[in-house]
């Protein structure tokens, strides 16, 4: 078995075992109020030319010959879904595969973005801490109007999780193009 598919194997494990769409945040619970921002906040992200990082200025990380993918067990639970959706499983079942779906695709943000970060200059870091700061709250907010059309509490959690994951896939993508921006391959 390869570290590809150990490491694939151990996230997928680690989000059966967080499933449960009741897990994700739940969008009537009352939010964390948080601190004031004691810097400006820049209103949007505007692109500059890239400059090429130094060999010496690349993070530690690029050394390594290890690229694990979250694609295949994402593949896998979504194939998984659609079964139970055309074999009528019960919207539980279903919700706990979303769920895992879910957070199979927010680690693959998660850590696109830790390491889009490592390419930065600290300035950068700041603002993009702050642009990804203000999207967890729009997705938040998604999420809670998603769940808030359905009166039936199993499907509109599954209608919040579709958001969610909507909303995820599209942040994904926003910061995949950001990196071709600022990283030559």
Not at 110 to 133: C, G, S
Not at 149 to 155: P, T
Request: hydrophobic share 35%; charged share 20%.
């Amino acid at each position: 078995m390869s570290a590809r598919s150990i490491s694939a194997t151990i996230l997928l494990i680690t989000g059966l075992g967080l499933s449960g769409c009741e897990s994700l945040p739940a969008p009537f619970a009352q939010p964390t109020p948080k601190p004031p921002r004691s810097e400006p906040v820049i209103a949007e992200s505007t692109p500059t030319t890239p400059v090429p990082l130094s060999e010496q200025a690349l993070p530690a990380a690029t050394d390594l010959n290890w690229n694990p993918s979250l694609e295949a067990p994402l593949d896998q639970l979504e194939s998984r879904l659609t079964q139970q959706q055309e074999n009528g499983s019960s919207q539980l079942e279903i919700n706990e595969t979303l769920s895992s779906i879910a957070y199979l695709y927010d680690a693959e943000l998660y850590l696109l973005f830790k390491d889009t970060l490592d390419y930065l200059p600290p300035k950068a870091q700041r603002h993009e801490v702050d642009v990804q700061n203000r999207w967890l709250d729009q997705r938040q907010q998604v999420m809670t109007q998603a769940f808030l059309i359905d009166q039936d509490g199993e499907i509109a959690r599954y209608t919040a999780g579709q958001a969610f994951i909507a909303e995820t896939r599209k942040r994904i993508e926003e910061l995949q193009n950001l990196r071709k921006l600022i990283v030559i391959d």
